[in-house]
């Protein structure tokens, strides 16, 4: 059972630049959320999704984009890459609606922009 | 605006020497307190989620408990193997509303 799975792990982008980091989990969960992690901070929500068709924004959502066409795939989209969005980006999905179920994480994508 | 701090930042036992770890939250309505385990270069691990004050919840070396203002991951008799960060995560009202600390670095030296 794969769990969350993200890719790539790492990233090099030049400013201005797009991509995508992928996430898929095969928990047939109906939440799924996109973090970035930056050192001496708590992770920070940037959108989420309840469902496929529906997404929303999180505390930290300017310069991302998001969609949800299956119930397991949820894509982060960088339209134009700035080096503040250098970070650590995970992925996690919830069997339930949060508050109350545990959020599962996958390892994450560890992004440069230059 | 709620708010969750972990303290101490880092922390360094000795293989043995129990302690405890702690997350202060001022949060509008908590739902749930999630406690993680993070090791480098990998996702949060989940761990624990308590609801209520004055619920406790244990697995093999670590018990988490629940006040109204604060919780506590307690460790005894740690082992290296139990070396890594330990996260705070509060939830409350929507599926928005997620607060994480900023974690402690958990080191046992053998």
């Known amino acids: 059972n794969a769990g969350v799975t993200q890719t790539p792990k790492f990233q090099v982008l030049k400013t201005g630049q797009s991509m995508t980091l992928q996430c898929a989990q095969d928990m047939n969960h109906e939440y799924m959320s996109w973090y970035r992690q930056d050192p001496g901070m708590g992770l920070r929500l940037i959108h989420y999704s309840v469902g496929a068709g529906i997404t929303d924004q999180g505390e930290v959502p300017n310069g991302y984009n998001v969609s949800r066409s299956t119930t397991e795939d949820f894509p982060l989209r960088l339209l134009s890459a700035a080096p503040s969005q250098t970070s650590v980006y995970f992925c996690a999905s919830s069997s339930g609606p949060t508050p109350t179920s545990p959020l599962h994480f996958g390892n994450g994508t560890r992004l440069t922009v230059t | 605006e709620d708010q969750v701090t972990q303290s101490p930042e880092a922390l360094r036992l000795q293989e043995g020497e129990s302690s405890s770890l702690n997350c202060s939250y001022t949060v509008s309505g908590l739902r749930g307190l999630f406690w993680y385990r993070q090791d480098p270069g990998k996702g949060p691990e989940f761990l624990f989620t308590?609801?209520?004050a004055g619920e406790e919840k244990e697995k093999e070396r670590l018990k988490a408990t629940l006040t109204k203002k604060e919780s506590f991951l307690h460790i005894t008799a740690p082992k290296p193997e139990d070396s890594a960060t330990y996260l705070c995560?509060?939830?409350?009202?929507?599926?928005?509303?997620?607060?994480f600390g900023s974690g402690t670095q958990l080191t046992v030296l053998p």
């Open positions: 995560l509060c939830s409350s009202g929507s599926a928005r509303q997620l607060t």
């Open positions: 308590l609801y209520s």
